[in-house]
């Protein structure tokens, strides 16, 4: 429950700030030596990416929308955006809302926030984890 409050507060926090993202709305393709997603028997795995949780809205109107953003990344390579149509909710009609994908990639947690007009993809999530691990040298 904790983990969820503190999700809560970054989505609020965020969806305040249009067109805050944790990337550009262009994050670089995947690597060429990959022919696709490699799907694990955790069905919340794409690759080496474990998606834990999605929460997309605003303020206190959150809603889960883990299994469709695993669906996304599996089948929009280009990535997708923070809206209800590409989410299929819409917890807070008429309000600005963010996307928070809280995952694992190669055993450490990671969030990514998206919010306005950027977008979410698999190649946007490695790329925020392989900076981090770059900083953390």
Known sequence: MKGRRLLALAVASLAATPGCA???ASPPPAPATRSGPD????????NDVVVEQALFGSGTRL???TARVVQLLRSEPAGFAPAADWLHADPAPGKNKSLLIRYRFRGKERLFIVTGGNRASYAALVAVADEDADHAQ
Request: hydrophobic fraction near 30%; charge should be neutral.
């Open 22 to 24: 944790t990337r550009p």
């Open 39 to 46: 799907y694990s028997i955790n069905d919340r795995s794409v």
């Open 63 to 65: 809603v889960d929308v």
